[in-house]
């Protein structure tokens, strides 16, 4: 996660030059920095550069970027502005994306082949920006539209789910490999509250990629994973993605054998030595056992990381699972 | 939690004439705004009002409250900053402290008895203050003091723990009836990290305020305790808050029977509508079961509820636990 950002030089050099909607929206310059770590690690597989708020435009959010974080011009918090929300068809709102996958795979397969990762945000989590107007400690707007009035919470969150579905879909055809559903903010209520929220809508986009394109694998993580493990697994998904905040082999006990798990080491053990970088993968591949583990960070890398510590990293992962 | 504040009318009105850290330092307006919750709803304890950084500028590290949140005036990260901190006697640091206690427990008789709970913020959490210089997302510098030097890390949350466990002693000297150890952001770290550093110094504060008044209930709230339910109990507190992304009967399961719950509705449950509210209180009350259960928001009380939810929780509480 964040494999491309601001801990690469490399992606510093770029960004001076343009805004984060520029970059995102262009593809050479995405393409670009999608491919910067792969040729500085060599990671077993790429994910698109992009932003899971990207499609909210599309629907009639407007969003900005700035260093502070995403903020949206008018919140969504009534029915009248739920149902004046489109559903795009992505091919039209968001074609630079489905450009920039088409580049990226010319690219990968130059490089052996690298397998490439769409994404998306899941519904819950873009339901938190479109409704707060920007990140959040408490969701408080969010909360009140789910629980004061949760038929326009249900339509939202329906709306955003068809996007996100249509979205990762449009992904897969444009050449991605495997797409990953992002529930940053799916770990803020009860777990009553996740199965009818942020894991029922989940489901729904997981379905629908599905029925349009079986044999695709689907990641699903849940930033904060931990209170809702004996539900996670019947999100669908192909892989279950676990943060750094829970122990991989409880995951595995509480989720069973049928799904793989990828994680979960904590970015911020990547500012420990890289003796203690190689301990930490050791315990956690320790932990993950013999069954479908892709190893990742819990969340994504933080830009003030050494990029020698991600190597110290990878060539952690890589000599102590030959093993 | 956040019993007082800026959800009742009559807290607004008092801070509208002063600004916090005068509030907090003011014993008879800290009196007045704990009291006012209490006169309202007919809470069973009333919680000292105050903040869990109090402490921060007898050790040397200046802190102002801003609407935004707390921002401290110089992070403390190097070995020479924390070389420098003192460990502040409280009866000279925070005499205001004290005072506003024996205010309250004087008031408090003629309610009636009400007992108070004093409180302070746990070693870990008053850390990622002092280091991040203010709230965070990522905690970067946190976790770059605890892993890449954590000889500093340890040094810097002894003397928090010793700054904590004084602060509790003469919090209960001066009459509290209970202390509650707030770990706000314990729950950013690894099961094996919590062992590590939040769980151990909250433990050191715990066993030396033991030590020094025995039979003084001690309560530990980690928000987001759910990855560490195997190793919550032994942190030798009589009662663990629980938030409320967790079931409060799986925290059961996993604690034992030795210790008291504390939890654990969403806040944000108090948007939804009374019946809805009188639902949830049910379920956490029949998920508690009859041992140990102190009923409780699961984190503080947002700025926008409706105080009559407030009361409609409580009357729920009363009606549906008499039974």
């Not at 830009?303 to 030959?322: G, I, Y």
Request: glycine share 10%; with cysteine; aromatic share 8%.
């Amino acid at each position: 996660m964040r494999q491309a950002g601001r801990y690469l030089p490399a992606y510093r050099a770029v960004k001076q030059r343009v805004s984060f909607l520029e970059l995102a929206r262009s593809p050479d310059l995405a393409c670009e920095v999608t491919l910067q770590p792969i040729d500085e690690f060599g990671f077993d597989a790429a994910i698109l550069f992009s932003d899971i708020l990207i499609t909210l435009p599309g629907m009639g959010i407007e969003v900005e970027f700035p260093e502070t974080g995403p903020k949206i011009g008018t919140p969504v918090r009534t029915a009248a502005e739920i149902a004046a929300l489109a559903v795009p068809d992505p091919t039209t709102a968001v074609p630079f994306v489905m450009d920039t996958i088409r580049l990226l795979k010319a690219a990968l397969a130059s490089r052996g082949g690298v397998p490439l990762i769409g994404f998306a945000g899941a519904p819950l989590t873009m339901m938190t920006y479109a409704v707060e107007g920007g990140g959040s400690k408490e969701y408080a707007h969010t909360k009140s539209l789910l629980f004061a009035a949760p038929e326009e919470a249900h339509a939202l969150l329906d709306k955003l789910a068809r996007t996100c579905g249509a979205y990762l879909v449009a992904q897969i055809e444009a050449g991605a490999d495997c797409v990953m559903l992002f529930d940053s903010w799916g770990g803020i209520v009860s777990p009553g509250d996740f199965r009818e929220y942020p894991l029922r809508y989940a489901k729904r986009v997981i379905e629908h990629v599905r029925a349009a394109r079986p044999g695709v694998p689907i990641i699903y993580f849940v930033n904060g994973c931990a209170p809702y493990l004996d539900d996670y697994a019947s999100s669908g998904a192909d892989v279950l993605g676990v943060d750094w905040r829970v122990g991989i082999d409880e995951v595995r006990r509480r989720v069973g054998d049928g799904v793989a798990l990828q994680g979960n080491l904590d970015p911020g053990a990547l500012f420990a030595p890289p003796a203690e970088i190689r301990a930490r993968v050791a315990d956690i591949l320790g932990r993950a056992g013999d069954r479908g583990h892709i190893f990742n960070l819990g969340h994504g890398v933080m830009k003030e990381t050494d990029p020698e510590h991600v190597r110290a990293m990878v060539t952690a992962v890589r000599e102590l699972s030959a093993k």
